[in-house]
C-alpha cells in the first residue's frame, strides 16, 4: 500500500502560504487543544503528537528550513515511498536523472524532520516501556512506524545517491538551477516582505518601486523639516525684530523725553536770564533816575532854590 505521509503545513493546519506569526498562532491553539483532552489513557499519544507539532512549527518557523522544505514539497513529486503487505519498502525510481541532485540537496528538510519524528517516537516507546512491562498496542504501532520512518529515510537518500552515480554525477541543469533559485527568491521576499510575487523580476520591480517611494518619502520629509526649519528661522528672525524695534523705540522715546526736558531746561534758563536782564535794567533806570533827581536837588540846593 501507499502511505501519503502529512504535510507540516497539514499537521499545523496552516496553508502552504501562512505567515510565520500564523504558523505560531497555529501551534498555540492546536497544542493548547491537545493539552486539554490528555488523561492518564491518551498521554501517550497526545505527547507523541505534541512532539510532532512542535517539530513541524520549528521547521516552519525558521527561513532556511522552510524555505528547502517547501522546496521539497514542489519537487517531491519525482519519487514515491511503497509500503507493500509483507512490510517492506521499495522506492519508486525518478525518470529524470538530472533532477536526483536537486532530490538530494532538497532532502535535508525533510530528514530533518523524519529524524525528529523517529527520535519523538522512540522517546514516547521508551516511555511506554518504562510505565509498565506489558506490551501495549500503542506502543507495538509507535515502535513499528518510527522504524518504517527511519527505513524510509535511509533508503530513499541511499538510493538517490545510488542514482546519481548510475547517471554518472550529473550535475544539476541550468534551467532546474534557475527554478529552484526562482522558488527560494520567491519564498524569501514572501517571508520578508508578506507579499507573494509571479517572479524574481517582479520582485525587484517592487522592491525598486519601494525604494523610489522610499526616497520620495524621505525627500518629502526632507523639504517639510526644511520648510518648518525655515519656518522657525523665519519666526525667530520677526521676533528678533520686533525685540530690537522695541528696544529701539524705546530708545527713541528715552531720548525724545530727555531732548523734551533739555529744551525745556535751556527754556526755563533763557527766561529766568532776561528776567534777570529785565530786572537789571530796571534796576540800572532807577538808579539812574536818582542820581539825576538827587544831582538836580544838589543843583538846586546849591542855588539856593529850596
Known amino acids: 500500500m501507499t502511505i501519503k505521509k502529512q504535510t507540516l503545513y497539514e499537521i499545523l493546519e496552516v496553508s502552504p502560504h501562512a505567515s510565520y506569526a500564523e504558523i505560531q498562532a497555529a501551534h498555540e491553539r492546536i497544542s493548547q487543544k491537545l493539552r486539554a483532552e ?10 507523541f503528537k505534541l ?5 513541524a512549527a520549528k521547521t516552519l518557523s525558521t527561513e532556511s528550513t522552510r524555505a528547502e522544505y517547501d522546496a521539497r514539497l514542489v519537487m517531491d513529486t519525482h519519487s514515491v515511498v511503497v509500503v507493500p503487505q509483507t512490510a517492506a519498502l521499495a522506492l519508486t525510481p525518478v525518470d529524470n536523472p538530472a533532477s ?11 530528514a530533518m524532520s523524519l529524524r525528529a519524528d523517529a527520535v519523538s517516537l522512540r ?22 512506524i518510527a522504524t518504517f520512518m ?3 529515510l535511509v533508503m530513499q537518500v541511499g538510493f538517490s545517491l545510488m ?19 526562482e522558488r527560494a527568491y520567491i519564498q524569501n521576499y514572501y517571508q520578508e516582505n508578506g507579499v507573494r510575487v509571479n517572479s524574481r523580476a ?35 528672525d520677526a521676533r528678533k525684530f520686533a525685540e530690537e524695534s522695541r528696544r529701539m523705540g524705546e530708545r527713541v522715546s528715552e531720548e525724545l523725553r530727555r531732548a523734551e526736558q533739555q529744551a525745556r531746561y535751556e527754556e526755563e534758563q533763557q527766561r529766568m536770564r532776561a528776567e534777570y536782564e529785565k530786572q537789571q535794567r530796571e534796576q540800572a533806570e532807577r538808579d539812574r533816575i536818582e542820581e539825576e533827581r538827587r544831582q538836580t536837588e544838589e543843583a538846586r540846593r546849591r542855588l539856593g532854590l529850596n
Not at 100 to 109: E, G, I, R, T, V
Not at 127 to 142: D, Y
Not at 163 to 181: I, Q, V
Request: charged share 35%; proline share 1%; hydrophobic share 40%.
Open 51 to 55: 512532539r510532532v507539532l512542535n517539530v
Open 150 to 152: 527511519a527505513i524510509g
Open 123 to 144: 522517546a514516547d516507546a521508551e516511555t511506554l516501556k518504562s510505565s509498565g512491562s506489558q506490551k501495549s498496542p500503542l506502543r507495538m504501532i509507535l515502535t513499528v
Open 202 to 236: 517582479e520582485g525587484e520591480m517592487l522592491d525598486a518601486a519601494n525604494r523610489r517611494r522610499e526616497n520620495e518619502k524621505r525627500e518629502e520629509e526632507l523639504a517639510i523639516r526644511k520648510q518648518e526649519e525655515e519656518a522657525r528661522k523665519q519666526e525667530a
Open 163 to 181: 542514482a546519481l552515480r548510475s547517471a554518472g554525477g550529473s550535475a544539476l541543469s541550468a534551467n532546474e538551477a534557475a527554478k529552484a533559485a
Open 100 to 110: 536526483m541532485k536537486s532530490d538530494a540537496m532538497l532532502l535535508k528538510a525533510d
Open 38 to 47: 490528555i488523561n492518564d489513557e491518551n498521554r501517550g499519544a497526545i505527547e
